[in-house]
């Protein structure tokens, strides 16, 4: 469950991160609106932002397709436990349309908070649902 995770994950993350660097930077605010949207949806993202999906989708192409079982489960875990870090610092941060708030040069708004919570809500139960269907030890 973990690598079929991985491998849509991957796909989804890379996509993700290619095409942040297309909407621009939020960093940027013009008319008291900060950049790095896509089509009304206020994003907010960041070139470093960017780079954390772009991260996260390599190490997810990893456990997808090249890992061992046993490390695809533990990447997958690890990748489900910073996006859940990310969900939870961003709705105590709660970016505002203005892209006023940010830690670290990474804005938090509704709709990257609502993605990281379910992407990494999905990742943790992919993982650990791995662990009953590990086989028993030979003794």
């Not at 989804?12 to 896509?38: E, K, M, P, S, Y």
Request: with cysteine; charged share 10%; hydrophobic share 60%.
């Amino acid at each position: 469950m973990a690598r079929a995770y991985a491998q849509l994950a991957a796909v989804v993350f890379l996509i993700v991160g290619f095409a942040g660097f297309f909407t621009g930077d939020a960093g940027r605010v013009t008319g008291g609106q900060a950049g790095g949207n896509f089509d009304g949806v206020a994003l907010h993202l960041t070139y470093l932002h960017d780079v954390v999906h772009l991260v996260i989708g390599a190490a997810l192409v990893y456990a997808g397709w090249f890992a061992k079982e046993r490390v695809a489960r533990t990447t997958v875990l690890g990748v489900a436990a910073l996006l859940l870090l990310l969900a939870i610092v961003g709705f105590a941060i709660n970016d505002d349309d203005a892209g006023t708030r940010s830690v670290v040069t990474l804005h938090f708004p509704a709709a990257v908070n609502i993605f990281h919570l379910i992407a990494g809500t999905l990742a943790a139960l992919c993982a650990l649902g791995d662990l009953s269907e590990a086989e028993p030890a030979i003794p």
